[in-house]
Nanobody, 119 residues
Framework: QVQLVESGGGLVQPGGSLRLSCAASGSSFSINAVAWYRQAPGKQRELVAKITSGGSTNYADSVKGRFTISRDNAKNTVYLQMNSLKPEDTAVYYC?????????????WGQGTQVTVSS
């Protein structure tokens, strides 16, 4: 059994920064690609950023230059550094990881963490 736990959300003023964490725990697993998604009220869930097992990254156009995704394989943790936050970044942010264990690849979702950008 593998679990994903997100943390780091909160309330921040426009122009501020937050760092989200997505930590995987369990036994005998390896993490492949990991992505951050977000869902604002009344909108569809959208991809924000993705990082492969090799460290390649891609970003939604709306966050390029402001957000950075990174991973610490020793800690089984992926981060999303969010700078220059805007009110339109307000959403619940979800971590999604492709994880290999028991001979199969599985897709796991975290529980979500609320990010609110407001003055």
């Amino acid at each position: 059994q593998v679990q994903l736990v997100e943390s780091g959300g909160g309330l921040v003023q426009p122009g501020g920064s937050l760092r989200l964490s997505c930590a995987a725990s369990g036994s005998s697993f390896s993490i492949n690609a990991v992505a951050w998604y977000r869902q604002a009220p009344g909108k569809q869930r959208e991809l924000v950023a993705k990082i492969t097992s090799g460290g390649s990254t891609n970003y939604a156009d709306s966050v390029k230059g402001r957000f950075t995704i990174s991973r610490d394989n020793a800690k089984n943790t992926v981060y999303l550094q969010m700078n220059s936050l805007k009110p339109e970044d307000t959403a619940v942010y979800y971590c999604n990881a492709n994880i290999a264990h028991s001979g199969t690849n599985w897709s796991y979702w975290g529980q979500g963490t609320q990010v609110t950008v407001s003055s």
